[in-house]
C-alpha cells in the first residue's frame, strides 16, 4: 500500500511483469485459504487473498489470461510466466479476490482470517491468533 494512510492504493504485478493491476480502494478483507483448490492453483500450502469490489481493480498492460478452474470459478494468471493474479466465482458476484504473492509492498495488507481451514496441510502450522474457519468467512 501507499505510505500515504489516506491513499489505500495497492500495486503489483506478475514475474515477468507484463500483467501489472492497481487497487484504488482499502479490501474488503484479507484473509488466508487453505483449500485444495487453492492450493493447486498457487503451488503453496496456503494461499493469501484480499477481497476487493471490481471496479476497484484496475489491470493494466498484458490483459490476464483466465480458466475456469471448476464451474463456479475463474482464475486470472499471466499468460506468458504463469503468475497466479486473482480468483473470482458467482458465489461472490461484488468481488474479486486478489492473490497476495504478486503485490508491491504487503506492509498494510495484514490477514484477518483463515479460511477453508478443515483443509489445512497437517504439517503445516501457522502461529497466529487469527479466527479459524471451515468454510469462508
Known amino acids: 500500500m501507499s505510505s500515504d494512510p489516506a491513499d489505500p492504493q495497492v500495486t503489483g504485478h506478475c514475474l515477468c511483469g507484463?500483467?501489472?493491476?492497481?487497487?484504488?480502494a482499502t479490501p474488503i478483507w484479507v484473509a488466508y485459504c487453505h483449500c485444495p483448490s487453492c492450493r493447486r492453483?498457487?503451488?503453496?500450502?496456503?494461499?493469501?487473498?484480499?477481497?476487493?469490489?471490481?471496479q476497484d481493480l484496475v489491470f493494466e498492460g498484458e490483459a490476464p489470461a483466465r480458466y475456469?478452474?471448476?464451474?463456479?470459478?475463474?482464475?486470472?494468471?499471466?499468460?506468458?510466466c504463469g503468475t497466479?493474479?486473482?480468483?473470482?466465482?458467482?458465489?461472490?458476484?461484488?468481488?474479486?479476490?486478489?492473490?497476495?504473492?504478486?503485490?508491491?509492498?504487503?506492509?498494510g495488507l495484514k490477514p484477518q482470517g483463515h479460511a477453508y481451514c478443515e483443509y489445512q496441510v497437517p504439517w503445516f502450522e501457522v502461529a497466529d491468533k487469527l479466527p479459524r474457519g471451515r468454510g469462508s468467512p
Open 41 to 54: 492453483a498457487t503451488g503453496s500450502v496456503i494461499a493469501p487473498y484480499a477481497g476487493y469490489r471490481p
Open 84 to 107: 497466479p493474479i486473482s480468483y473470482e466465482s458467482p458465489r461472490w458476484p461484488d468481488q474479486i479476490h486478489l492473490l497476495l504473492g504478486s503485490v508491491d509492498h504487503l506492509e
Open 18 to 24: 507484463k500483467v501489472r493491476y492497481r487497487a484504488t
Open 68 to 80: 475456469a478452474s471448476s464451474p463456479d470459478a475463474v482464475r486470472q494468471f499471466c499468460g506468458t
